[in-house]
């Protein structure tokens, strides 16, 4: 990505898209001067970390009824032996001491993000986890983006979706 920002006193930044007609036309009548920087952005997700109320049990779901793989578990943390970004757990009631907050003693009324794992067939995975008593908040569905998709809810409410990568044409 390319920020500038006018090379008056004005520090006004611009993202440049290669949309901007008007602007593109002010710089080159010279009426406009920009000073850009190339600028690295993050382009890769490292990991994904759900904060839960009990951290052995939201493991126990994760590892015993989802099916991940436990990498290793310490005091606050749990991490999930996933492919591309890591995936862990956190105990809400430590977020103090990672960020000087603590959470609202009451849960969310409404979710608060969703995770979601490739699997190869989302219909018998609804039910596997039906059957394990898993809360379903949505049966498999075609999505207009070409993937299968089944939403549950983990212990804790979060949204965990499983999904049938799309298929190529």
């Keep these: ?52 109320s009990d951290l052995d049990r939201a493991i126990g779901f994760y590892r015993d009824v989802i099916g991940l793989p436990l990498r290793f578990r310490a005091d606050v943390y749990a991490e999930f032996a996933t492919e591309g970004a890591k995936f862990a757990l956190f105990p809400g009631s430590e977020l103090p001491a990672l960020i000087g907050r603590h959470a609202p003693p009451d849960p969310a009324p409404w979710p608060q993000g969703e995770v979601a794992f490739f ?13 394990a008593g898993v809360s379903v908040l949505a049966p498999p569905t075609d999505r207009p983006w070409g993937e299968r998709t089944l939403h549950v809810a983990d212990p804790d409410g979060n949204v965990v979706e499983l999904t049938r990568a799309k298929r190529s044409a």
């Design 1 to 52: 990505m390319t920020r500038c920002r006018r090379s008056s006193s004005s520090a006004t930044r611009f993202e440049l898209t290669g949309g901007d007609r008007r602007r593109d036309e002010l710089v080159r009548e010279g009426v406009l001067k920009l000073q850009c920087e190339h600028v690295r952005v993050p382009t890769r997700l490292g990991y994904a970390l759900l904060f839960v």
């Design 119 to 131: 699997v190869e067939d989302v219909d018998a995975e609804h039910a596997r986890l039906q059957a």
